[in-house]
């Protein structure tokens, strides 16, 4: 009866990820689709703790330690996903998808351990029969991809909050190849078979995995984490999986094997949106040091722009589009550039944001921004509804963006961007650009656009320059 | 050969389930737009938070004297907690940013009624 329960709730629990996952891809169902797969996970846990008996028929114990657990858990997850700022929602998703990773490689662990604990009393000649086999196969699984993605999570964390910076060395992939083989072989040794003498290598496996995991993100751009990240994610799901796999648990399963095909095609979305391919991503070294020198020395004269000046342009002009990029998102400047675009709207200026799909740190970002500051959605274009308008506008304000708008892009094939679709601001009659100062972005490439004759720098902070631009406007 | 084949009929039903779920997860989000791209990666990054269900299996089977097994288990069970908990709140707090869609709308109306 009880476990006839239990099946019911891991079956309710399938259904609502599957539910969840198509409707977070509609924008109007998305916090609803979020919802409903937290209450099928809730009810798949709960179910878990009181329902579940192993292959003896006996119920769990240790309830203390799991409660425990879970309010420990449960308080620093909420917590921490609270009080993390917008723009820093990328490095908590990479965060929570390590935790993930770690969750599985420890589960692989401690079932090796009980395994050969049983075997050491009962003696090694057990070891026989096909679902060993497969047992063993999947715990080694476990622990490799669960590492993998743990370690891989940390670096990535590490990137986006700038405490890692891309490491490239000669012989690195080949180095990488190495470890990745050596793990193989170990999977290999043990499996073929395990006994008495060789089942401590095993403690080699998550070892040389987190290794692994360190090497396989380290030399990728930090432009290109959110792709390695969406990656990362996939691999937990099927790390997930390989857990469901030991338990014959089909909640883990299918949960597990939907997030890994899911978050392997989302990886080549992401990719697609940048115009290159998953392979170039991980293994092409994004903004690496030959590239810099090659752009270094076309530089050139820029011109300044005051804020009234700019001001004035705006004020009177019949189309302003706002290009807004990560200096907005860490300037906290969206509700300023709200202001200012109903401000301008009020003087009969039409007003347009152009988005491109990788503006920010991840896509979505500026929207999920801009939409905080309740800035309408029929305002935000996409890039090639933008790129359509940008002929018959008059004042192009670019908010902190800097890669999205390299014109290097369309016309430098060294270019490490080169054939990132872009915005093509050049098309308006005038580009203002906002920026901190002349510091190449994050792809740490040189723009051509800021020396253009069109072109006018407007120095400072998103936030105080959008103020400056607000008062200004106003005394028009 | 035998015994592969023999390995699959065993298992017939797994595979099954692994090969329909790879082409449901594809089909699912086929035609996200980009805009959605990281609400939808957090939230299938909580999704894969099920593994805390091993974690809650391991920790309960450990016996109350194996205190290596005991430390591993409640460390993935705080981590599983982590991934599921956080992974859920973060991609509300993304996907709250879009629910102003009908604010903004009245705004424009009462903009063109002005």
């Known amino acids: 009866m009880e476990l006839n329960i239990l099946t019911i709730c891991y079956l309710i629990g399938s259904v609502t990820f599957i539910l969840g996952l198509k409707m977070l891809s509609n924008p109007a169902t998305a916090r609803r689709g979020n919802l409903i797969a937290a ?36 308080i620093v997850g909420v917590l921490a996903a609270k009080k993390v700022k917008m723009t820093a929602m990328p490095e908590m998703v990479s965060l929570f998808n390590g935790m993930g990773g770690a969750c599985a490689a420890l589960i692989s662990i401690v079932e090796f351990n009980h395994l050969t604990e049983n075997f050491a009393t009962n003696g090694w000649q057990v070891l026989t029969g ?25 670096i990535a964390w590490g990137k986006l909050n700038g405490s890692f910076k891309d490491l490239t060395f000669k012989g690195q992939h080949i180095l990488n190849l190495i470890v990745f083989f050596l793990i193989i072989c170990l999977i290999i040794l043990l499996l073929t078979p395990l006994f008495a003498d060789n089942y401590n290598f095993f403690y080699l496996i998550p070892l040389l995995s987190l290794v692994y995991g360190v090497l396989f993100v380290l030399p990728i751009g930090g432009a290109d ?5 969406s990656l990362l994610n996939s691999f937990t799901g099927v790390a997930a999986a390989c857990g469901g ?59 300044e722009i005051s804020v009234s000046d700019a001001a004035v342009a705006m ?53 999920v921004l801009l939409a905080e500051a309740d800035v309408s959605y029929d305002k935000l274009l996409e890039m090639e509804q933008a790129n359509d308008d940008f002929k018959t506008t008059d004042v192009v304000l670019v908010l902190g963006a800097n890669d999205v708008v390299n014109p290097a892009a369309k016309n430098d094939p060294s270019s490490p961007i080169y054939g990132m679709p872009i915005l093509e601001v050049e098309d308006a009659k005038l580009v203002i650009i906002n920026k901190r100062s002349m510091k190449p972005g994050y792809a740490g490439i040189e723009n051509q656009l800021f020396f253009q004759p069109k072109t006018s720098m407007l120095f400072g902070d998103a936030k105080s320059v959008l103020q400056q631009l607000i008062s200004e406007v106003k005394n028009l | 050969m035998n015994e592969v084949l023999s390995w699959i009929s065993v298992h017939e039903q797994y595979i099954y389930i692994v090969v329909l779920m790879i082409f449901l997860g594809i089909e699912v989000i086929g035609r996200v737009p980009s805009v959605l791209h990281t609400p939808l990666m957090s939230g299938a990054n909580a999704i894969h938070g099920v593994v805390i269900i091993g974690a809650i299996i391991v920790m309960g089977k450990a016996e109350s004297d194996n205190y290596i097994a005991l430390i591993l ?15 859920f709140v973060v ?24």
């Not at chain 2, 069970?77 to 982590?82: A, D, K």
């Open chain 1, 39 to 74: 209450t099928g996970m809730t009810i798949a846990i709960l179910g878990t703790i009181f329902l579940y008996k192993d292959d003896e028929g006996k119920s769990l114990h240790n309830y203390g330690w799991i409660f425990g657990g879970i309010v420990i858990g449960g």
């Open chain 1, 130 to 154: 096909e679902n060993l086999f497969s047992h063993l196969l999947t715990i080694y699984a476990g622990a490799f991809i669960g590492c993998v993605s743990f370690a891989g999570s940390i």
């Open chain 1, 225 to 229: 984490m959110p792709v390695v990240i």
């Open chain 1, 245 to 303: 796999f030991l338990y014959n648990n089909q909640v883990m399963l299918t949960g597990g094997i939907l997030v890994g095909a899911a978050g392997t095609l989302l990886t080549i979305l992401m990719c697609k949106a940048m115009n290159r391919s998953l392979g170039n991503v991980l293994i092409g070294n994004f903004g690496g040091g030959n590239s810099a020198a090659a752009q270094g020395g076309s530089g050139g004269q820029y011109k």
């Open chain 1, 315 to 367: 004020g009177y002009a019949r189309k302003v589009m706002i290009v807004p990029g990560y200096g907005l998102a860490v300037a906290q400047a969206q509700h300023a550039c709200h202001e200012l675009e109903k401000l301008l709207e009020e003087k009969d200026v039409e007003v347009k944001y152009a988005i491109h799909p990788v503006a920010g740190r991840m896509p979505g970002h500026m929207n």
């Open chain 2, 73 to 87: 288990g409640f460390l993935a069970v705080i981590l599983g907690t982590l991934n599921v908990v956080g992974g």
């Open chain 2, 91 to 114: 991609t509300d707090r993304m996907l709250e940013m879009f629910k102003s869609k009908n604010k903004a709308q009245k705004a424009n109306s009462r903009k063109l009624s002005n």
